[in-house]
């Protein structure tokens, strides 16, 4: 099973953290944790990557759980313009392409 | 650098009729994907081209043919369209599709809808 389980939605307030969490407790050693997200109608937008370590970049953070059967994605400020639908992938051997699950779709509120 | 470009942008066809999507990346990249988003749900992979001179199958592949035309450009082909293709059609690249740190980077999507 190569997928992923994130909540539907999640609501934000303007300026606070979003904090979006993934389960991928069957993943495998090798499988990469992937987050992307998609601003209606456009294509998906890669966020941040990681195997092991906590990572972070200009976008935003990621957290994995010592054990790797979670991750949370973190957008420090969230803005209106980060309203979009997020996605958690695992992604590990060539041929077990990208797959997106339903994503949630985070709302940020004024 | 304009990333992934695909073609036609919107398209209206008549079940039975035949249209191939085109897409292009120019970012060097090896790998190249075809993906459907129905409304309301995720990406669904289609076919995929892991280098130049292979193509193979993803979640979904019938009703659809694909061509590794060369490096820079993948096309999706619809034979005989049927109304349940009617879809968003993402084409996506990256450098490779072996593990590592592979980011997939996407088109800006083709809105198809067969009558």
């Known amino acids: 099973d190569a997928k992923t389980t994130q909540p539907t939605s999640m609501d934000c307030a303007e300026g606070r953290a979003a904090n979006l969490p993934c389960n991928h407790s069957?993943?495998?050693?090798?499988?990469?944790v992937y987050w992307y997200r998609q601003i209606h109608s456009q294509g998906p937008q890669y966020i941040i990557h990681?195997?092991?370590n906590n990572e972070t970049n200009e976008m935003a953070s990621l957290i994995i759980t010592e054990d790797r059967k979670s991750s949370t994605l973190i957008l420090p400020h969230a803005t209106l313009r980060d309203t979009a639908v997020y996605y958690c992938i695992r992604h590990g051997n060539a041929g077990n392409m990208l797959t997106f699950g339903g994503g949630t779709r985070l709302m940020v509120k004024p | 650098n304009a990333g992934v470009t695909q073609t036609p942008k919107f398209q209206v066809l008549k079940t039975g009729q035949s249209m191939t999507l085109q897409c292009a990346q120019d970012m060097n990249h090896n790998s190249m994907y075809w993906y459907r988003q129905d409304p309301g749900m995720g990406l669904r992979l289609i076919y995929y081209s892991a280098s130049e001179g292979t193509t193979d199958k993803g979640e979904v592949p019938n009703g659809y043919n694909v061509s590794r035309l060369n490096k820079r450009e993948f096309s999706l082909r619809l034979e005989s369209a049927a109304p349940s293709q009617t879809s968003v059609y993402f084409c996506?690249?990256?450098?490779?599709?072996?593990?590592?740190?592979?980011?997939?980077?996407f088109g800006e999507g083709s809105w198809l809808t067969v009558v």
């Open positions: 996506a690249s990256s450098l490779q599709t072996a593990v590592g740190g592979n980011t997939i980077y």
């Open positions: 069957t993943i495998s050693g090798n499988e990469y």
């Open positions: 990681g195997l092991k």
